[in-house]
Antibody, heavy 120, light 110 residues
Framework: EVQLVESGGGLVQPGGSLRLSCAAS????????MIWVRQVPGKGLEWVSS????????YYADSVKGRFSISRDNSKDTLYLQMNSLRAEDTALYYC?????????????WGQGTLVTVSS | QSALTQPASVSGSPGQSITISCTGT?????????VSWYQQHPGKAPKFMIF???NRPSGVSDRFSGSKSGNTASLTISGLQAEDEADYYC??????????FGGGTKLTVL
């Protein structure tokens, strides 16, 4: 059974940093792209960033480019999102998502999310 | 990376069929068959329902079907059931190697 467990969310001041983690299990982690998607409570979904299985290629939404960095440690089956220069508009529930396999990425399995709140 | 356009809400009675539209541009839906749909119940994570415009992942009911014409994709749910009441989101791959979601549609089963 695929399991994705996010952690690292919390309250941070504007301009601050946070690193999210996602522990994956139940599948061959290195063989799949991984994605971060966020959702402001009560609002819609927003794609944030994606990374290929080997970690060599990354993609970012314009809204986070230059501030966020996606990475993965395939020896630990863990996905990360380093978030710097955080803004109030980054406040959201951040989901870790497993790709279906193949290209382009599809959002097959979702974790339960970790909440990030940016506020002074 | 503008969001795809979906109706805010749709409704239908049990047993009926409904269709949710998702309008994009020639840079996303119009250029690729890389459209997917997701169902989200309140307080839950989204569920993967449709990919490649019209393909269903294993375990998804065949009451759910997808199609595309030009810059607009559609999700049709036939034989509406109470459990179908949820928010639905479309998504597309884009020409700039990014992904975009629709704003979401709230389905009410009357």
């Amino acid at each position: 059974e695929v399991q994705l467990v996010e952690s690292g969310g919390g309250l941070v001041q504007p301009g601050g940093s946070l690193r999210l983690s996602c522990a994956a299990s139940g599948f061959a982690f290195v063989g799949y792209g991984m994605i971060w998607v966020r959702q402001v409570p009560g609002k819609g979904l927003e794609w944030v960033s994606s990374i290929t299985g080997g970690g060599g290629v990354t993609y970012y939404a314009d809204s986070v480019k230059g501030r966020f960095s996606i990475s993965r440690d395939n020896s630990k089956d863990t996905l990360y999102l380093q978030m710097n220069s955080l803004r109030a508009e980054d406040t959201a529930l951040y989901y870790c998502v497993k790709d279906l396999g193949g290209w382009p990425f599809y959002f097959e399995y979702w974790g339960q999310g970790t909440l990030v709140t940016v506020s002074s | 990376q503008s969001a795809l356009t979906q109706p805010a809400s749709v409704s239908g009675s049990p047993g009926q069929s409904i269709t949710i539209s998702c309008t994009g541009t020639s840079s996303d839906i119009g250029s690729y068959r890389y459209v997917s749909w997701y169902q989200q119940h309140p307080g839950k994570a989204p569920k993967f329902m449709i990919f490649d415009v019209s393909n269903r992942p294993s375990g998804v009911s065949d009451r759910f079907s997808g199609s595309k014409s030009g810059n607009t994709a559609s999700l049709t749910i036939s034989g509406l059931q109470a459990e179908d009441e949820a928010d639905y989101y479309c998504s597309s791959y884009t020409s700039t190697s990014t992904w975009v979601f629709g704003g979401g549609t709230k389905l009410t089963v009357l």
